[in-house]
């Protein structure tokens, strides 16, 4: 897995330097984004320490990339401004959007696989849980739409506990 964090780390950072060219590239590098992330998501326990703190790092980073400072950060954003140009005349734009959108997934399960593994985590799940079957959280009658907005309230205000 070692190599495989690496290979994609490589990558994603074309991307983040916008030196991927064809629109294949972007298509071969969302099949790769998922295959690890369907691996993340089956496998997180079974990765050695090394590869889950390496995982999170990328994780970390992917969300807050050290910001770049004075001309190079105006450098920065009219280089992103020629790519987005770039992706948009030579038809790249889907291609691109379904790349980031399989990286959100990718970084989103390495947080959720991080979070779970926290044992307040677990502890306040269990608590929360519970309380749901003992009966001892009594209210009205939800609609369907309204059941995911109650339990992340839920889980929020017992979060908010710890």
């Known amino acids: 897995m070692s190599t495989a964090i690496v290979i994609f780390t490589h990558e994603f950072e074309q991307i983040r330097q916008r030196k991927i060219s064809t629109s ?15 691996r993340v998501k089956q496998e997180w326990s079974n990765l050695s320490v090394e590869d889950r703190e390496g ?13 770049p400072k004075g001309v190079f950060s105006l450098k920065l954003e009219i280089w992103a ?24 997934t990718l970084v989103e399960t390495i947080l959720d696989a991080v979070e779970r593994q926290e044992p307040s985590y677990q502890s306040v799940l269990s608590d929360t849980l519970e309380q749901l079957y003992s009966g001892a959280i009594q209210g009205e009658e939800l609609k369907p739409e309204e059941t995911r907005d109650w339990l992340r309230s839920l889980s929020d205000e017992a979060l908010g506990e710890v």
């Open 55 to 67: 995982l999170k790092e990328f994780a970390y980073n992917w969300l807050e990339p050290p910001a």
């Open 81 to 104: 401004i020629i790519y987005f140009f770039y992706l948009r005349a030579t038809n790249q734009r889907e291609a691109f959007r379904s790349c980031m959108k399989a990286m959100n």
């Open 24 to 38: 294949s590239n972007f298509e071969q590098l969302t099949a790769k984004i998922r295959k690890l992330t369907h």
